[in-house]
T-cell receptor, first 113, second 115 residues
Framework: DQQVKQNSPSLSVQEGRISILNCDYTNSMFDYFLWYKKYPAEGPTFLISISSIKDKNEDGRFTVFLNKSAKHLSLHIVPSQPGDSAVYFCAASANNQGGKLIFGQGTELSVKP | GAGVSQSPSNKVTEKGKDVELRCDPISGHTALYWYRQSLGQGLEFLIYFQGNSAPDKSGLPSDRFSAERTGGSVSTLTIQRTQQEDSAVYLC?????????????FGEGSRLTVL
């Protein structure tokens, strides 16, 4: 039962262009969403989050959009840089279900110079 | 250090042996999580400790897996009678509490290889 799904295992983007990473979820009780970035041989690091009471959160080059009716969120990176190349994980939690964080399968982003 | 510390960083064991993986969370963090990432897979939730509450063990794949957290700090994940499918990177993370107040901080993981 995959509650958080990232259907694109990989994405390749040209430097300077926009990267759009997508995530879908099935549990309507999720009320907090996060994106993590992972380099090889390192633990994931937090990137950006959004509460279900919002539909957009922006932090520098990174913006997360939440569409609750579609149970869909996306991460936009603009402009993309080669250093952004990593695996990006979408995650979600429900405070009334203990708050544990459920992750998607990840999308490997490759930004080419 | 100030981050989440995991040991060992690498462990190679023979099928059928027991292994213990240790996690030292960030001081003051009340929540502690164990995840695993198998080759080519996402992060699979295993178990979650929050303060003095009973742990959420819903992600443990079998009764060969167990975890404890002593004194609300260090945690040990134990895998008994290891199988080849247990091979994965086991990641520990901690947070201040409910995620609405902050994100998870991950360790670098313990890579387990079962021969």
């Amino acid at each position: 039962d995959q509650q958080v799904k990232q259907n694109s295992p990989s994405l390749s983007v040209q430097e300077g262009r926009i990267s759009i990473l997508n995530c879908d979820y099935t549990n309507s009780m999720f009320d907090y969403f996060l994106w993590y970035k992972k380099y090889p041989a390192e633990g994931p690091t937090f990137l950006i989050s959004i509460s279900s009471i919002k539909d957009k959160n922006e932090d520098g080059r990174f913006t997360v959009f939440l569409n609750k009716s579609a149970k869909h969120l996306s991460l936009h990176i603009v402009p993309s840089q080669p250093g952004d190349s990593a695996v990006y994980f979408c995650a979600a939690s429900a405070n009334n279900q203990g708050g544990k964080l459920i992750f998607g399968q990840g999308t490997e982003l490759s930004v080419k110079p | 250090g100030a981050g989440v510390s995991q040991s060992p960083s690498n462990k190679v064991t023979e099928k059928g042996k027991d292994v213990e993986l240790r996690c030292d969370p960030i001081s003051g963090h009340t929540a502690l999580y164990w995840y695993r990432q198998s080759l080519g897979q996402g992060l699979e939730f295993l178990i979650y400790f929050q303060g003095n509450s009973a742990p959420d063990k819903s992600g443990l794949p079998s009764d060969r897996f167990s975890a404890e957290r002593t004194g609300g700090s260090v945690s040990t994940l134990t895998i008994q009678r290891t199988q080849q499918e247990d091979s994965a990177v086991y990641l520990c993370a901690s947070s201040l509490g409910l995620l609405s107040t902050g994100e998870l901080f991950f360790g670098e993981g313990s890579r387990l290889t079962v021969l």
